[in-house]
């Protein structure tokens, strides 16, 4: 993860700005592996929303509602990213959406263009009704032919480009127009700026540890906030890859994570619940998979997941967990997982903020400070190369002299880093064990 997006709290940021910083750096790396074969990189990404929002940019001003219902593919997520450049609010709908749901959300958002792919013209009649009430359709050819009476053709307007506005969308403008679940109620339209899903990303980034060379597998239709931003985004700011499938399959799911590579995967409702109950095979654990994102995930099936499946579920509310949960989740004792924390804090790989701790950003495998703690009677020292040294300005434990000699309050005191020569960690011999012996 990049110093500017590893921080929750950064300076708040589009989903656009995320997109061109990802292309400035990486435009060669794989950003989106669809289902089927199809990829996207992010160079390719970029120049091809700009030459969507080109195409529209007679059709679409700021502040339009948009409908979209595409097919997944590398259209869909450039005009995702054209949309957000020309300043409009995106209204996706599901592919197999119905025609009353669908109405009723676009009266609700006041959108009068619907950008519909052919495909899902052709297996949803109810579109085509939809059509008929919209002021302007947009479509987008695939593999399958369609026409709608006074739809304009995408590659058509492409060949057409207008000139780009001057303005770009802020933080705070409305990015997407997202429906609800609607399982207390009737669907409803919510409206999220674009600081939501890029905040929203920055915290499941955070939480999970994602770094480039990371694979993250996603089931969820792309009218869900999921796969946008727990999915695509937090693959944009950590460098990692997003594999997308339409649909969710418990007897090839393992198969797809060991063939896709993948490290980690988003999963919501009953899908952990699911892979629980298969039956148990020998090749549970032959995947690259140690992350799991996604909720509900109650104590007893998290604790099941991860000793069948070596994976750990994370939720929303996981950021930082304290030591007490990591043991309750696990089922291990708590002075091997104090003892492990400690280890992995000193390594870099975990930052401790009060009782809880959580994944590190910082540069991984050197160690930023050692540090001696004075407690009650007695101290511990926590061994380092040679070049860093006690407080007490000692080179072995046993001569330390900054052990509290009365009950005193414990305090935390910095020793000196190792200068720039040292090479830490060594690659021989293996790095000294968690504690040296207590200094009196």
Same mark, same amino acid.
């Given at each position: 993860?990049?110093?500017?997006?590893?921080?929750?709290?950064?300076?708040?940021?589009?989903?656009?700005?995320?997109?061109?910083?990802?292309?400035?750096?990486?435009?060669?790396?794989?950003?989106?592996?669809?289902?089927?074969?199809?990829?996207?990189?992010?160079?390719?990404?970029?120049?091809?929303?700009?030459?969507?929002?080109?195409?529209?940019?007679?059709?679409?001003?700021?502040?339009?509602?948009?409908?979209?219902?595409?097919?997944?593919?590398?259209?869909?997520?450039?005009?995702?990213?054209?949309?957000?450049?020309?300043?409009?609010?995106?209204?996706?709908?599901?592919?197999?959406?119905?025609?009353?749901?669908?109405?009723?959300?676009?009266?609700?958002?006041?959108?009068?263009?619907? #950008?519909?792919?052919?495909?899902? $013209?052709? =297996?949803?009649?109810?579109?085509? !009704?939809? /059509? %008929?009430?919209? @002021? &302007?359709?947009?479509?987008?050819?695939?593999?399958?032919?369609?026409?709608?009476?006074?739809?304009?053709?995408?590659?058509?307007?492409?060949?057409?480009?207008?000139?780009?506005?001057?303005?770009?969308?802020?933080?705070?403008?409305?990015?997407?127009?997202?429906?609800?679940?609607?399982?207390?109620?009737?669907?409803?339209?919510?409206?999220?700026?674009?600081?939501?899903?890029?905040?929203?990303?920055?915290?499941?980034?955070?939480?999970?540890?994602?770094?480039?060379?990371?694979?993250?597998?996603?089931?969820?239709?792309?009218?869900?906030?999921?796969?946008?931003?727990?999915?695509?985004?937090?693959?944009?700011?950590?460098?990692?890859?997003?594999?997308?499938?339409?649909?969710?399959?418990?007897?090839?799911?393992?198969? #797809?994570?060991?063939?896709?590579? $993948?490290? =980690?995967?988003?999963?919501?409702? !009953?899908? /952990? %619940?699911?892979? @629980? &109950?298969?039956?148990?095979?020998?090749?549970?654990?032959?995947?690259?998979?140690?992350?799991?994102?996604?909720?509900?995930?109650?104590?007893?099936?998290?604790?099941?997941?991860?000793?069948?499946?070596?994976?750990?579920?994370?939720?929303?509310?996981?950021?930082?967990?304290?030591?007490?949960?990591?043991?309750?989740?696990?089922?291990?004792?708590?002075?091997?997982?104090?003892?492990?924390?400690?280890?992995?804090?000193?390594?870099?790989?975990?930052?401790?903020?009060?009782?809880?701790?959580?994944?590190?950003?910082?540069?991984?495998?050197?160690?930023?400070?050692?540090?001696?703690?004075?407690?009650?009677?007695?101290?511990?020292?926590?061994?380092?190369?040679?070049?860093?040294?006690?407080?007490?300005?000692?080179?072995?434990?046993?001569?330390?002299?900054?052990?509290?000699?009365?009950?005193?309050?414990?305090?935390?005191?910095?020793?000196?880093?190792?200068?720039?020569?040292?090479?830490?960690?060594?690659?021989?011999?293996?790095?000294?064990?968690?504690?040296s012996p207590r200094c009196r």
């Open positions: 993860m990049d110093d500017v997006t590893a921080d929750v709290t950064a300076a708040p940021e589009t989903m656009l700005d995320l997109l061109e910083r990802r292309a400035a750096g990486a435009p060669e790396a794989e950003l989106v592996r669809f289902e089927g074969g199809a990829s996207l990189r992010v160079g390719e990404c970029l120049e091809g929303a700009t030459a969507v929002a080109g195409g529209l940019a007679g059709l679409v001003t700021g502040g339009d509602r948009v409908l979209t219902c595409l097919p997944p593919g590398p259209r869909l997520v450039e005009v995702m990213f054209a949309l957000a450049r020309l300043g409009a609010v995106e209204v996706p709908l599901a592919l197999d959406v119905r025609l009353d749901a669908a109405r009723r959300l676009a009266g609700a958002a006041g959108a009068r263009l619907l #950008i519909a792919g052919t495909d899902a $013209v052709r =297996a949803n009649p109810d579109l085509i !009704a939809l /059509a %008929a009430g919209m @002021e &302007r359709v947009v479509l987008v050819t695939g593999r399958e032919a369609a026409e709608l009476p006074g739809s304009a053709d995408l590659d058509d307007l492409l060949a057409a480009p207008h000139r780009l506005p001057a303005g770009r969308p802020g933080p705070a403008d409305p990015a997407v127009v997202m429906a609800t679940s609607g399982t207390t109620g009737r669907a409803k339209g919510a409206l999220l700026p674009h600081f939501a899903g890029v905040r929203h990303a920055r915290r499941v980034a955070r939480t999970m540890g994602y770094e480039a060379g990371d694979v993250l597998f996603n089931v969820f239709p792309w009218n869900h906030i999921n796969v946008r931003h727990a999915g695509l985004l937090p693959a944009l700011i950590s460098g990692a890859t997003l594999v997308a499938h339409h649909r969710f399959s418990a007897s090839r799911f393992w198969e #797809i994570c060991r063939r896709e590579g $993948v490290t =980690a995967f988003n999963f919501m409702g !009953a899908i /952990a %619940a699911i892979l @629980e &109950r298969a039956p148990a095979s020998g090749s549970d654990t032959r995947h690259r998979v140690r992350r799991a994102y996604g909720g509900p995930a109650p104590e007893g099936l998290s604790r099941r997941f991860l000793e069948r499946f070596g994976v750990l579920p994370l939720g929303p509310d996981d950021e930082s967990l304290g030591l007490s949960e990591i043991v309750r989740r696990t089922g291990v004792a708590k002075a091997s997982v104090h003892r492990l924390a400690q280890e992995l804090l000193q390594w870099g790989l975990l930052e401790r903020r009060g009782p809880s701790w959580r994944t590190s950003t910082r540069r991984r495998g050197r160690p930023s400070t050692w540090r001696c703690w004075t407690g009650w009677r007695s101290s511990t020292w926590r061994r380092s190369p040679a070049t860093a040294r006690c407080p007490g300005r000692r080179a072995s434990p046993g001569a330390c002299r900054c052990t509290a000699r009365r009950p005193a309050r414990p305090c935390w005191r910095s020793a000196r880093r190792p200068s720039s020569a040292t090479s830490w960690p060594p690659r021989s011999p293996a790095p000294p064990g968690p504690w």
